[in-house]
Every structure is written in C-alpha cells, then in structure tokens.
C-alpha cells in the first residue's frame, strides 16, 4: 500500500524531529510492505518566512489531498522572534488554528502516560506514582473559546476585550462519543470535566455527556470540575483513564498531564475528523532555543508517526513495532538531554532516530 502524506516540518526544532519520524517511518516501511509519499507542506512561520502569511489556500488544498498529515511543531520566541510583531491573525498559531478548523479536526488524542525507565523524571513522590499511570486526553479542538467571536474596543476612554465561548449540542455529542468510545478500547472510564458550576456552555456539555452516556452502559463515568482536575492530576494521576474535555480546558490540562509524566518529549497526540484522516503532532512546542543543536527529543514525534499508521492506516502491527523499537531504546539506555539521567547513555536527534530503526 502506498499512502500520501503532508508533512508540515514547521518551525524550532520541528524540522529536526519530523525528519527522524520520515526516517523510522520508511524504516517501518521496508519491513511491514507500505510506502509514503511525502509532500512537504509550509504552515506557521516558515509559511510566514515566504508567503508573508502562516498558512495559505494551497497549503490547506495540500494536506486536503493528503491521507494524513504529519507535523513537527510551530512558533517561535515570543517576546524576540519578529514573528509575534504581526497582528495576531498573522502569527504562526493562527496558522494551526485555521488549519485545525479548515480540517475539521475536532477531536484532540493527547495520551499521558508514566513510562516505567523514565520514573525518575516525574516530578511527583514515588508513592502517588507507584504502579505507573496512563491516561488519554480527549480535547474538543475546534469549538469554544479558541473560534468563539472575539474584539477589543474601546468605550468611553476604556479598553475592553471579549472571547466568547460557544458550544452547540452537536459539538458536545461527537467528541462525547468519541470520548465514550477510545474508552471502551481503554479501562471503561471517562471523566467529564467541566465547570458547571459557573458557566452554561459547561451545563450544556454535562447534559449532552449524560445522554451520550446512555448508549455506553459499560463504561463508567463521572462529571469533575476543572479546577478539581487540575488538583487531582498532581494529587492521584491513577485515577483516570480518559478524561473528556472542551478545547480551553483541555489545552491547560494536557499540559499538566504530560508534564506530570516527567517526559513532555515523550508524548505523542492526534488530531481527528470524522473519517480516517488525521494531523499527528507531538504534544510539545517548537523549543526555539535549543533548535538546530540535534539535542531535541524526536521520540514524541516518532511515536505521532506510530499513531498516524495505527489511525488513519489501519497498520497496527507497525504502529506496534516502532512503539517496542522506542522502549527498547530505552531499556537500553539511551536518553536525550531531557530525559537524561545518571548512568544513562546521552544521544542527540539523529542518533536516537537511528537506533529507533535499528531496533525495528
Ligand atoms: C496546543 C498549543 C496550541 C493550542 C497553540 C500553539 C495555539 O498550545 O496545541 O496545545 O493552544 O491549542
Ligand atoms: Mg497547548
């Protein structure tokens, strides 16, 4: 089988991880008998760089009339990079944002899990970590306050700026059952998280969860209230299996997840339509400080590229290979600067890729 893929290497470090994902990619390739084309495709500022804007009509046509999209990461310094001097329909997240909306890709997979050999880099005591943890974030990824109408004006002298987050049911409902269903694949819970407690668009969501809820009589759910999520994360991770959240939230609470893990380089996600089709990314950002030093993890974006073969492939099996050729790589030793720890083996980018291969 021959499949097309986009691939957005992006900004910062991205380059340097998505070509050590190509390389695993092609390596999985020659062993389970499927072959990717490749078309590079330019979003955030390297789009920004040449068209002057961070995604264009064709790049959009691109990734459309792709199978899947591969992505590394985007953005630059904020406070340095010229970039942030344009207005912010301009910037390099504006470009994802529209593209996330342009695809339609309404269902966000971010999966934090404790690897056992990197137990020493989670920054929580041993015994709320003990026998590990492993949860999927399910985050809505086109609605609410991220695509909600928003302006600054200014009334009587004063400045005043608006965000408003909408949901309509049918939103809510396919990312529940979404949610419903990556938990009957998983341990058969899903935790809501909301904040019913103050806002409709939160009261709406928990109605919509409830009548969802109905056509999965296996799966055992509960509501929580996202301040409490927040708590609860650091408190006991064990506890949760998916956790089913809108966009804001789930923006917030992914990164308190992966980093709980200890291992943010580690950890894949997946963005979702209603077919097959998917943008795959790590969980972390474009690091432009440490971009071009072939320092940067590529293991989260090596393990995107796994999920794009598992979801909009159907190559499990390959999709397994290259998740045992990762752990491996670990029991043997090997570690980035950022998971590096005493008696370890430290390897850049290029070497971590390549010996990802070689245990394929
Ligand atoms: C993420 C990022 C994006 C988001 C930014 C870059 C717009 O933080 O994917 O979590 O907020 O969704
Ligand atoms: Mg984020």
Not at 10 to 39: C, H, N, R, W
Not at 199 to 206: E, F, I, Q, T
Not at 282 to 303: E, F, K, M, V
Request: glycine letters at 8%; one cysteine or more.
């Amino acid at each position: 089988m021959n499949y097309k893929v986009a691939v957005i290497k992006g900004d910062g470090i991205g380059p340097e991880i998505v070509t050590e994902a190509q390389k695993v990619l092609d390596k999985a390739g020659e062993k389970f008998g499927f072959s990717l084309d490749y078309k590079e495709v330019l979003m955030g500022g390297a789009s920004i760089d040449v068209h002057g804007i961070p995604l264009t009509d064709e790049a959009i046509a691109d990734c459309k009339a792709s199978d899947a999209v591969l992505m590394g990461s985007i953005g630059g310094n904020t406070s340095t990079s010229p970039w942030y001097k344009l207005e912010p329909s301009k910037r390099p997240e504006a470009g994802l944002l529209a593209l996330r909306k342009a695809l339609n890709l309404f269902a966000n997979l971010r999966p934090a899990y404790l690897y056992e050999e990197l137990k020493g880099a989670c920054p929580l005591k041993e015994e709320i970590t003990e026998g590990g943890f492993d949860m999927m974030i399910m985050r809505e990824l086109t609605g609410g306050l991220y695509f909600g109408e928003r302006k600054t004006i200014e009334e009587d002298g004063v400045r005043k700026a608006y965000d408003s987050l909408t949901y309509d049911e049918n939103e809510i409902r396919r990312i529940a059952k979404r949610g419903f269903d990556i938990a009957m694949k998983r341990n058969k819970k899903v935790t809501s998280v909301d904040k019913a407690n103050v806002l409709d668009s939160s009261r709406l969501w928990r109605k919509v969860v409830e009548e969802v809820a109905k056509d999965y009589p296996e799966v055992s759910y509960e509501h929580m209230l996202v301040d409490n999520c927040a708590m609860q994360l650091v408190r006991d991770p064990k506890q949760f299996d998916v956790i089913l959240t809108e966009n804001m939230f789930g923006d917030i609470l992914s990164d308190e997840a992966s980093m709980v893990t200890g291992s943010i380089g580690m950890l894949s996600s997946a963005s979702l339509n209603e077919t097959k089709f998917g943008l795959y990314e790590p969980s972390h950002g474009s690091a432009p400080d440490i971009a071009g030093q072939n320092i940067a993890n590529p293991i989260a974006t090596i393990l995107s590229a796994a999920m794009m073969l598992r979801f909009s492939f159907d190559l499990d099996e390959a999709a397994d290979a290259i998740e045992a050729a990762v752990k491996k790589v670990l029991e043997d030793g090997y570690r980035t600067v950022d998971i590096m720890s005493d008696n370890m083996t430290k390897v850049g980018t290029k070497e971590m890729g390549d010996l990802i291969c070689e245990r394929l």
